[in-house]
C-alpha cells in the first residue's frame, strides 16, 4: 500500500482553518470584511469572553437567500470571484472563498440573513463545519453571523489563546485598523454589554485615526499626497516627536486592504529619515492607491501580504510622500530627543540626577588584552583626571602613572540603576504640569498588569478616561519624555506575553530597562565638567566595575603596559 493518500474533507477544512483563523480578532476581521464586500454601511460587533465565548458581526449589507446561505460555508464558494481572469483585478476583501468554512470548521456558527427584496430571512446553523438546521427566520436586510465556542473541537488550538482581557485588545484594534480605512461606515463594538467603540459613519480620517493614537493627538495629524506613474499615496503621519518602541501603530493600507509590508515600511522610516532615533517608530497611516492589475493579492491565506509588480515605483511613491509631508516643520519644535540632527547640541548638565541625551548607535568596544583589577577604591573616579574622549563615547582619564578607560553609557546606567534603588523607596519626581498618556486597547489592558511594579519604581499614574491615564510623577533619575516612553514601551512589551507576571520580576526587569533607557548614549560629547561630574557620581556607588547587564564599565592601561605596546622597557618618571 503506497504512502501517499488524499485527506480527508474534515481534516483538509481544519487544516485551512489553521491558516486563517489564529485567533477571535482573525474571526473579527473576516466577518466584518465580509460584511464591508456586501456593502453595508454600518457594522456592529459584539463580543463576549473577549472574543473566546462568542463572536457576533451584524451588518446592513445586501444580505443572502437560502441557496447562497448555504453555500457560503462550503470550501472555495464566493461570489467575488468567476474565473481565473478575475484573480488579476480583485477589488473585493475577501476573495478565496474559505473565510467562512473556515471559521465554521473550528466552531458553531449561526448565520441569519435576508436580502431586501425577500419577505422571509434565513436561518443556518453549523457545528464543527456540518450543517445541523436550516429555517425560514424574521431579520432585518442584511447578515448577522454568530460565532460560538471557538476551537471547541479543536482544544490544542484553545490552549494557545490569551486571556479574555488580551484576546479583547487584539479584536478591538484589528476593528480599528479596518474602521480607519473606511470612515465612510458606521462601526461600534461592544463586550460583554459594554460598548467599546462607537464610530459614525462620514467621521473625516483624522477623526476616525484618533479614536486609535488618541484624541488628543488629533490636532497633530501631517497630511500627505503623491500621484505619479498610475500610484497615489495619500494618508496621515504624527510628527517625529510622537514615537513608539514597536511599529504597531505603523498602518498600511492598499486599495483599502490592511495589510503588512516589508517594503511600504522601509519607505516610511526613509521617508523620516534622521527626524527619529534608531529604535523608535512614528505613528502613522499610509493608504496606497494603484490599479488592481498593478497588484497580486493572491500571496497571503490571510490576505495580510501582498506583491507590487513595480515595486520601486511604489517604494518611491511612499518616501516622497512622507518625506514632503514632513518637509514644512519646524524641526525645532519637533525634533525628538535622540534625533540625529540633535547630536552636537551642548549637553546638559550631568550634576542633576535625570541625564537625557541623543541617541545613537553604540559603536563597537575596542579589543583589548589589559584589564583592570578589582574594584575600584573608594575616591578613585574622583582622583582621575579627565583627558578627553574616545569616539564621543569613552571617557579618557589619567591617575598619573596610568590611563583609564569609562564606558559613559555603562557607566551612567549603573549610576541610575543604582539610585532606583531595590525596594519601595524610589525617589519621585511630581510633575508641575501632568501628562497625558494616550493608549491603544491593548495598552490600556497591559495596564492594569504592569501598574503595580510602575508604582513600585516611582510612577504615579491615574486613569484619565477609558484610554488615556495621567502621569502626576516619575521616578528622578529619569525625565518627563523619557519616563513616558518607558510606560509606553512597557505595556507594548506586556502586551507581547499577555500573563501577569511577579512584581519582583517586573519591578527588577523595568529596573535595569529604565537604567538603560535613560543613560547617556554613545556618541554624545561631553565637557570636562561633566565628564568629571559623571566621575563624581561614580565615587558614591557600592559597585562600580559592571553596568546592570555586566559589561565593564572601565579598564585600566599600566604604564607598563603602554611602554609593551610601544616596545619599550618601563622606566621612571624621567625616561
Not at 497580486?296 to 509588480?309: E, G, L, S, T, Y
Amino acid at each position: 500500500m503506497g504512502k501517499i493518500r488524499v485527506l480527508e474533507e474534515s481534516v483538509i477544512n481544519r487544516i485551512a482553518a489553521g491558516e486563517v483563523v489564529e485567533r477571535p480578532a482573525s474571526v473579527v476581521k473576516e466577518l466584518v470584511e465580509n460584511s464591508l464586500d456586501a456593502g453595508a454601511k454600518k457594522v456592529t460587533v459584539e463580543l463576549a469572553a473577549g472574543g473566546r465565548g462568542r463572536v457576533r458581526v451584524a451588518d446592513n449589507g445586501q444580505g443572502m437567500d437560502q441557496d447562497d446561505a448555504l453555500l457560503s460555508l462550503e470550501r472555495h464558494a464566493t461570489s467575488k470571484i468567476v474565473s481565473e481572469r478575475d484573480l488579476v483585478a480583485v477589488e473585493t476583501m475577501g476573495f478565496r472563498g474559505e473565510a467562512l468554512s473556515s471559521i465554521a470548521a473550528v466552531s458553531k456558527v449561526t448565520i441569519v440573513t435576508r436580502r431586501p427584496e425577500l419577505s422571509e430571512g434565513t436561518l443556518v446553523r453549523a457545528v464543527g463545519g456540518k450543517v445541523v438546521e436550516v429555517s425560514p427566520a424574521g431579520s432585518p436586510p442584511g447578515t448577522t453571523v454568530t460565532v460560538d465556542s471557538l476551537f471547541f473541537n479543536t482544544p490544542a488550538r484553545k490552549q494557545f489563546l490569551k486571556s479574555p482581557k488580551v484576546e479583547l485588545a487584539h479584536s478591538h484594534l484589528k476593528l480599528l485598523k479596518i474602521a480607519v480605512a473606511r470612515p465612510d461606515v458606521s462601526f461600534e463594538l461592544t463586550h460583554d454589554g459594554r460598548r467599546l467603540l462607537a464610530a459614525r459613519g462620514g467621521q473625516p480620517l483624522a477623526e476616525r485615526l484618533a479614536l486609535v493614537f488618541g484624541r488628543s493627538r488629533g490636532q497633530e495629524f501631517i497630511p500627505i499626497e503623491h500621484d505619479a506613474d498610475g500610484i497615489r499615496v495619500t494618508g496621515l503621519i504624527m510628527p517625529p516627536h510622537a514615537t513608539r518602541a514597536d511599529s504597531r501603530h505603523l498602518f498600511f493600507y492598499v486599495n483599502n486592504r490592511q495589510i503588512k509590508d516589508p517594503l511600504i515600511h522601509r519607505a516610511v522610516l526613509e521617508g523620516y529619515a534622521t527626524r527619529v532615533p534608531r529604535g523608535r517608530y512614528p505613528l502613522a497611516a499610509i493608504f496606497v492607491y494603484l490599479p488592481p492589475e498593478m497588484l497580486d493579492v493572491n500571496v497571503h491565506p490571510a490576505k495580510q501580504r501582498v506583491r507590487f509588480r513595480t515595486t520601486g515605483d511604489v517604494f518611491a511613491a511612499v518616501l516622497t510622500a512622507v518625506a514632503r509631508g514632513l518637509a514644512g516643520l519646524d524641526m525645532s519644535r519637533w525634533s525628538p530627543r535622540g534625533a540625529i540632527e540633535a547630536r552636537e547640541q551642548p549637553a546638559a548638565p550631568l550634576a542633576g540626577p535625570g541625564i537625557m541625551e541623543p541617541r545613537a548607535a553604540v559603536p563597537e568596544q575596542p579589543r583589548m588584552e589589559f584589564v583592570s583589577g578589582a574594584e575600584a577604591e573608594p575616591g578613585f573616579f574622583s582622583s582621575l583626571n579627565p583627558l578627553g574622549q574616545v569616539a564621543a563615547s569613552y571617557i579618557v582619564a589619567d591617575t598619573g602613572s596610568s590611563l583609564v578607560i569609562i564606558d559613559q553609557h555603562a557607566a551612567h546606567e549603573r549610576i541610575i540603576y543604582e539610585e532606583l534603588g531595590f525596594t519601595d523607596a524610589v525617589p519621585s519626581q511630581s510633575l508641575a504640569e501632568p501628562v497625558v498618556l494616550d493608549l491603544d486597547p491593548g495598552e490600556a489592558e497591559a495596564l492594569e498588569r504592569v501598574e503595580p511594579a510602575l508604582k513600585t519604581l516611582g510612577f504615579d499614574l491615574s486613569p484619565f478616561g477609558e484610554r488615556s491615564v495621567i502621569m502626576r510623577a516619575h521616578p528622578q533619575a529619569v525625565d518627563a519624555r523619557e519616563a513616558a516612553d518607558f510606560i509606553q514601551a512597557s505595556l507594548e512589551r506586556a502586551l507581547e506575553t499577555g500573563a501577569r507576571p511577579r512584581e519582583e520580576e517586573l519591578f527588577s526587569e523595568f529596573r535595569s530597562d529604565l537604567a538603560c533607557r535613560a543613560a547617556l548614549k554613545a556618541g554624545k560629547r561631553l565637557s570636562q565638567d561633566e565628564m568629571r561630574a559623571l566621575l563624581r557620581r561614580l565615587d558614591r556607588l557600592n559597585v562600580a566595575s559592571s553596568c546592570p547587564h555586566g559589561r565593564p564599565l572601565w579598564r585600566e592601561i599600566t604604564s607598563g603596559e603602554l611602554a609593551a605596546l610601544f616596545g619599550r622597557k618601563e622606566r621612571g618618571p624621567s625616561g
